[in-house]
């Protein structure tokens, strides 16, 4: 054979090599290849191609294994055992930028499944590694590290400790900075992650100066960054007082009740639930709400959609009015009862029907001013029936009962009062009793008093 018929052989496999894992990574695009492609014992003739002399290869059958392991958390698995991780890690530090993002791609989709795989992930050194990726040139590299890191940390607080340990929060800010917009989401969704289990892990990302990157971008154009930066910031707020009252320091009133207009649902929902966050800590941080004109806001944010978007913006009232009877009396003068009162009536979903009998019954339980307001919306009807309805979820029919309790025992209006004398159960019934005990027998003691009469022991 001559020379060049040698190379000739030697082209073919490559050439070979280039078209399997080519058409092996389309495949995987697909998931009803999937099942076959593991039968196929796809995992280890994959393995040593990450290894190849050519470049594309390498990075192909990093991409092929990425997309296997998303797909389910036995193929994640498979990857785990097949001790493809180390490989990758190694490959982290010394690969080209397209390398980087298919490793980052493939730790990314084993970690999300489940904490054991994340915690596989931490294991074989994955976190250096991704953390030196975070100083990468490419925004490409960057995104993809901080994408892993997210998915590492999101399972819980011991992940997100050794995500923080490795250096990775302060890495994260500085990606938060970067021009691309790519890039913030990934870097606000991890920052998010990693303080959503612990006030302490959130005072990690505080002290490197999170808070003011974030509130800057509210009102960034793009959708999906405006979802990340409210959610990240309600994970910082949710811990604590101290916490909450730095994110208002960051002036996100009254700026924040913008994105309750905005055309995206998602971009609604985390801002109610950002508002939330803060107002149910004290009374006030639920008064400065009030004053921003933020109750009036979510008000009309709960008209303007419908289902779980809503729930948030109806937990938020129900903590407002919780506080005190002149914040309750805020939602009142809002209009809030009449909308809790139609979500209570108009949503098919049991844990939402329940969140709007709560925060009914957090406004009308103070006096008997606030109970009449909420019995005017003729709402007491529907909790009992609600209550008493066998398709109502254990949750729900706890919920109604408490709201029903909490209202009647301040409410004074008789006529609101009286569907119960007929339809409630004793167990109702006897706070019914108590409201018309309590407000006639003064007025027959003045009546009797007043004809000269004289009331027995026995009257």
Known sequence: MSQRQVLQVF????????????????????????????????????????????PTIQQTAALALGRLANYNDDLAEAVVKGDILPQLVYSLAEQNCVYKKAAAFVLRAVGKHSPQLAQATVDCGALDSLVICLEDFDPGVKEAAAWALAYIARHNAELSQ???????????????????????????????????????????VVDSGA???????????????????????????????DLAEMVVEAEIFPVVLTCLKDKDEYVKKNACTLIREIAKHTPELSQLIVNA???????????????????????????????????AMAVIISKGVPQLSACLSEEPEDHIKAAAAWALGQVGRHTPEHARAVALTDVLPVLLALYLSTESSEDLQVKCKKAIKNIIQKCTYLPALEPFLYDAPPNILKYVAGQFSKVLFPWIFRYASAEGGQLSASH
Do not use: W
């Open 162 to 204: 050794a995500v923080v340990d490795a250096g990775a929060v302060p890495l994260l800010v500085l990606c938060i900075q970067e021009p691309e917009i790519a890039l913030k989401k990934i870097a606000a969704l991890a920052l998010g992650d990693i303080s959503k289990h612990s006030s302490e892990l959130a005072q990690t």
């Open 11 to 54: 082209e073919l496999y490559q050439n070979a090599r280039t078209r399997f894992v080519q058409m092996v990574a389309e495949q995987a695009t697909r998931p009803q290849n999937i099942e076959t492609l593991q039968n196929a014992g796809i995992m280890s003739l994959l393995r040593p191609l990450l290894l190849d002399v050519v």
């Open 293 to 327: 004109g933020g109750v009036a806001a979510v008000i009309d944010c709960i008209e303007s959609c419908k289902g779980n978007i809503r729930l948030p913006g109806i937990m938020m009232l129900g903590y407002v009015a919780a506080h005190s009877e002149n914040l």
């Open 211 to 241: 808070i003011a990157h974030l509130a800057q971008m509210i009102l960034n154009p793009d959708e999906k960054l405006k979802q990340q930066v409210l959610s990240a910031l309600s994970h910082i707020a949710k811990h604590t007082v």
